[in-house]
């Protein structure tokens, strides 16, 4: 820390408990009171440097009184400042630090120390010291603006905080490697006066800096006042954006401890020190340092790490924030939640009043949000025919994370027995339908919701399965759910009947393939073909390949012709045994909205009769081939 040394005497004034005296061997005839501090001094070395003091010895002396006694009240720096000041009316040894010159600033100009009263006095030397040492250095600036908050209007209308804060930007701007070494970076191999170590011994050489986050640590030591009218600077002298976001994550993760879910109580107490433990903040005082880094956030998208933001939502609603904070973040998270994890979707319910385990109220809200954006930004474009989308269209992206996104957060909640089912299709039928390429993960989390609350009406699991298109369902997925007792019958009819033309559609085009393969055939009359044999060994294996896949696809074939039939059947026996009213009531159950579910499955055994046809006349051809 640079310093600047003054006056040459030893020094003469000593302290006994809340009293201080000038050991001269003359005796005290002024008495300053500061606070609950007296100080027994002479008035010749203060009317010689002092023009508050000057005024108000005469108008005692003029008043009469034998004791002069002054209060000085408001004096900045209290008696630490007043005790120097002291010293250097009487010409006393003291040094100027980056620690104290601004509350020796502040009390010089109280106390009117000029340089009309004296040459050379406190106000220019202070000033002096300021403006050629302080100012110039990285690290006494900081040290030097934070001591600005005990003598803060003072220090504002002296222009100190203005001066100091525009230093550091200027500094913050430049290159790094022409900036003084930071005050607080350290690391194992650095000795604590910043030169590098070397087996344990000093070697005098700095380390360099050479990105450009070497100032964030430092910034964010200042209180938030301070660092606000920081941040302001910065972005005058033309700073990148992404600077500045950088910058107020690192100082939203220093003095709000636990934003990062992860972070380790041994961590939360490191970003509460800097060379000292500090004590941590109280609730209200985190609470107003959100709101307030709230209103810093930039409004561009992408600005802030989304987890940042998630962290803010979270706290915000533990601290029980203003619901303009708790809206503004949710807005935020909503424009760039295809940014977002899982893990960050799952925040606690902290509401006394509803006892579901997690918010879904907020994500429906966050949710909305991001749908709520232009197409462009958000989804799919409504002009994007199917065929685009399906191929993986850039502008279907966003909004395809976010449905999976939704659908695992879905999963991951359902087990919650005090989700109600309105809530659940609340947030599951928000997502557009083009949105799901497949609909496998919303199938998940219906048949684990439907595990989870096996008291639901019949009415109310036939809503929850109207969610997911049975078209959009995968083989596999349909294999499951065709084996489901937890679904509706309507529905495994349903997806009974989908995954029969799905695998008709997988036997046509094994046969395609094999056609072609069989048309590919080179001709082996002669020599061989050069550089076709190897060609025609991999079409080969490939139509082998293609065979065993049919001989499974017969296997479930035959497996759906025994489940259609066993159906069939019971439906014939509850409709010949039941009454009119009955048979209604069931129909209306398990028929799909396209038709009857019997004359479904007589489509679908027609389907399976010539699907067996084609089977039998396509082995025929390919043994006769082989």
């Not at 701007?173 to 930071?182: G, Y």
């Not at 909503?334 to 994500?363: H, R, T």
């Amino acid at each position: 820390m640079a310093c600047v040394k003054l006056g040459s005497k030893a020094d003469g004034l000593q302290r006994r408990g809340r009293t201080w005296f000038c050991t001269t061997g003359l005796p005290s005839d002024v008495t300053l009171q500061v606070d609950e501090m007296t100080f027994h001094l002479h008035k010749f070395p203060l009317l010689s440097k002092s023009g508050l003091l000057e005024k108000m010895i005469r108008e005692k002396s003029e008043e009469g009184e034998e004791s002069c006694v002054i209060e000085l009240r408001g004096c900045p720096g209290g008696p630490k400042a007043l005790e120097l000041a002291a010293k250097f009316c009487y010409g006393m040894k003291l040094e100027l630090t980056a620690a104290n010159v601004v509350h020796m600033r502040c009390a010089a100009e109280y106390l009117e120390m000029t340089e009309e009263i004296a040459e050379g006095n406190l106000i220019n030397e202070t000033e002096a010291f300021l403006n050629q040492i302080i100012l110039r250095s990285w690290k006494d600036t900081i040290k030097a603006l934070q001591t600005c908050g005990d003598v803060l209007p003072h220090a504002e209308d002296l222009q100190i905080v203005k001066r100091c804060i525009d230093s550091l930007a200027r500094k913050a701007c430049k290159d790094t490697n022409l900036v003084e070494w930071p005050i607080v970076e350290h690391t194992p191999m650095q000795s604590p006066g910043g030169s590098i170590l070397w087996n344990g011994i000093s070697t005098g050489a700095k380390p360099r800096v050479s990105s450009s986050d070497w100032w964030y640590e430092d910034v964010s030591l200042l209180n938030l006042s301070l660092y606000r009218r920081f941040i302001s600077a910065m972005e005058s002298h033309g700073v990148r954006q992404e600077i500045i976001s950088e910058s107020i994550t690192f100082y939203a993760n220093r003095h709000l401890p636990g934003l990062d879910r992860r972070q380790s109580i041994s961590e939360i107490n490191f970003r509460l020190e800097s060379r000292t433990l500090v004590a941590p903040p109280s609730e209200e005082e985190q609470k107003y340092l959100l709101e307030e880094i709230d209103k810093l956030l930039p409004s561009q998208i992408g600005q802030i790490p989304t987890k940042l933001l998630f962290g803010l939502l979270r706290t915000a609603m533990i601290l029980r924030a203003s619901s303009t904070c708790i809206s503004n973040l949710e807005r935020r998270i909503g424009i760039q939640l295809d940014q977002a994890s899982l893990e960050d979707l799952l925040i606690p319910n902290f509401s006394e009043s509803i006892e579901m385990l997690y918010d879904v109220d907020c994500i429906q809200r966050i949710v909305e949000h991001f749908l709520a954006q232009d197409p462009m930004t958000a989804g799919a474009s409504p002009d994007v025919d199917d065929d685009e989308q399906l191929l993986g269209s850039p502008l279907l992206i966003p909004i395809t994370r976010v449905a999976r996104l939704v659908d695992s957060y879905l999963a991951e909640v359902a087990s919650d027995g005090n989700l109600m089912p309105s809530k659940f299709q609340a947030l599951a039928a928000a997502i557009p339908e083009d949105a799901r390429p497949l609909d496998d993960g919303l199938y998940r989390a219906i048949d684990i919701y439907l595990k989870a609350h096996p008291w639901l009406t019949e009415n109310q699991r036939e809503g929850l399965c109207r969610l997911m298109n049975c078209q959009k369902l995968s083989l596999e997925a349909c294999t499951h759910a065709a084996q489901n007792e937890r679904l509706p019958l309507r529905v495994v009819v349903q997806v009974l009947f989908f995954e029969q033309l799905q695998l008709k559609t997988s036997i046509a085009g094994c046969f395609l393939v094999s056609d072609n393969l069989d048309q590919s055939r080179p001709l082996r009359s002669g020599l061989p073909i050069s550089g076709e044999e190897g060609m025609w060994a991999s079409a080969v294996r490939e139509n082998q390949v293609l065979k065993v896949s049919m001989d499974s696809m017969r296997m479930r074939v035959s497996e759906l012709e025994k489940e259609c039939s066993s159906m069939r059947e019971e439906l014939e026996k509850l409709t010949r045994g039941s009454g009119r009213k009955f048979r209604t009531n069931l129909r209306y159950q398990i028929c799909s909205s396209s038709g009857d579910v019997v004359s479904k499955e007589m489509d679908a055994l027609k389907i399976l009769e010539k699907e067996q046809l084609k089977l039998a006349k396509h082995k025929k051809q390919l043994s006769t081939d082989m």
